[in-house]
DNA sequence: ATAAGTGTACTATACACAGTAATACACACA
DNA sequence: TGTGTGTATTACTGTGTATAGTACACTTAT
């Protein structure tokens, strides 16, 4: 697996990689059941330490999208129920609230935002039903 | 002028400034050419340090929002002009589909986020004219 | 049993950055 | 002259990221 990470970023190393495999289990890129690779693989394969990959996996797995068996490894859980959670939720909406206000000061409207975003949810939500309720 | 900061969140004090600062712009509650709180006065009220405060005026003036006069204080800047920049555009749009695929496993739809960027645009974009092109 | 591969836990270290604290400087204005 | 302004500098503390090394518990295959 191969992950585009960016050292000097300011968001951390761990977190680039829960946000990437997230996204690639959206794309159908990883599926139900698959395994992913080995905290020392992945981390050899990276040239980031274990330590890293396994705290990106451990963050996943709370999330519940991956489930770690002893000895075994890693996988993409059987079946992704998104849930709800309000905190979650209300950061969410606070953050598409900034995104907006940096948007406008770089001179781009809401059309295009708009336009951004169709497109966007078209191309990570056309495979799958996280996005559908129930 | 009071703000909303959380210490204990992981966007620095003086970035909460900056983004709360800017949305008081974008809603007229601070207006052209008014001159905001001395440095001293604003880490009074807020009980936060100097420094801080000057870190995020100086990131307001980086960005043509603000203008500082040497012994005279700071002021909003009397025509913001929106920017474009290719790099923080990127940036932006990657951001945004990060912010839907996190709205993907909270069960949160396009429909959903939709609704959401047409409310908060209209709430922040009504009354002034920065997104607007020319 | 043995070995290899798995996730996990622990300690230690280095590094960067946020934030605080204290002080000093340069300028505007009354 | 004095006060208020933004700015600059230095030092210190705390926190979090990331690395490094080691050890443990478990699964699987040999």
Do not use: C
Not at 7 to 22: D, G
Not at 57 to 64: A, D, K, N, S, T
Not at 100 to 127: P, V
């Amino acid at each position: 697996m191969i992950l585009n990470l960016d050292p000097r970023s300011n968001t951390p190393i761990w977190e680039q990689v829960v946000h990437q495999i997230k996204e690639l289990i959206l794309r159908e890129i990883l599926l139900p059941e698959e395994k992913l690779p080995s905290v020392r693989e992945l981390s050899g394969t990276l040239l980031i330490n274990p330590n890293t990959v396994s705290k990106a996996y451990q963050e996943l797995e709370r999330q519940g999208i991956i489930e770690t068996l002893r000895g075994k490894g890693t996988f993409v859980s059987a079946s992704i129920i998104p849930k709800a959670d309000d905190q979650k939720t209300t950061e969410l909406k606070q953050q598409l609230k900034q995104l907006i206000i940096d948007a406008s000061y770089l001179g781009i409207d809401h059309q295009t935002l708009s336009k951004w975003l169709k497109n966007f949810s078209e191309e990570l939500g056309g495979k799958n039903s996280h996005a559908e309720s129930e």
